[in-house]
């Protein structure tokens, strides 16, 4: 087994039959996180305590450095989906995990990885419009502009990226990928 200090930065890494190279350092995301959380922090000040969402299993890295930097008072939560198979979306949402506790009239703020197509966006904003859910705001790491579909606000995104498929800080390529500190684009 291969023991990298966490410090390491790795110009390329080799994921199944994949090769990837550095995209985005990990200071340049803790930063953008940093002033995502600042956002948050500013507008929820005041009013009810919210539930923050986080869909796993890609998002649980920008979680968990997001909630080091949130001021205010909030629940944590985790909700399961999947839409993706290798490097792709398969165009249907599953929900794997679902909500344990009761939602109707909270606030809530999703937590996401990534958004790109905006499936899994739009069916968990209708899940919990389901529930009776009084506020729903979308917080996300990446968003991908240019493939967004959705017609549901994304109320917060730490960075803008391009159509690419990208792995670290949680995201994957099938599985691997998700422990590394920055984020890499395929060659």
Not at 30 to 41: G, P
Not at 93 to 116: A, F, H, N, P, Y
Not at 139 to 149: E, G, R, S
Request: aromatic share 10%.
């Amino acid at each position: 087994m291969l023991f990298l200090p966490y410090f390491c930065v790795m110009d390329r890494i080799r994921l199944h039959d994949r090769n990837f190279k550095l995209f985005i350092s990990n200071e340049k995301i803790e930063e953008a996180v940093r002033k995502t959380a600042l956002r948050l922090n500013h507008d929820y000040a005041d009013g009810d305590i919210p539930v923050i969402l986080s869909v796993l299993n890609g998002s649980f890295m920008f979680t968990a450095s997001l909630m080091r930097h949130i001021d205010f008072l909030c629940e944590l939560s985790f909700v399961k989906m999947a839409s993706y198979c290798g490097t792709s979306s398969t165009g249907q949402v599953r929900q794997l995990i679902g909500v344990s506790d009761s939602l109707k009239g909270r606030r809530v703020i999703i937590v996401e990885d990534i958004v790109d197509t905006g499936r899994t966006i739009t069916d968990m904003y209708a899940l919990l419009q389901d529930m009776g859910v009084s506020d729903i705001r979308v917080c996300t790491l990446f968003l991908k502009p240019d493939a967004y579909k959705g017609c549901v606000r994304i109320d917060y995104h730490a960075m803008e990226i391009g159509n690419e498929f990208i792995v670290g800080y949680g995201l994957d390529y099938d599985q691997l990928g998700r422990q590394l500190q920055d984020i890499y684009i395929v060659e």
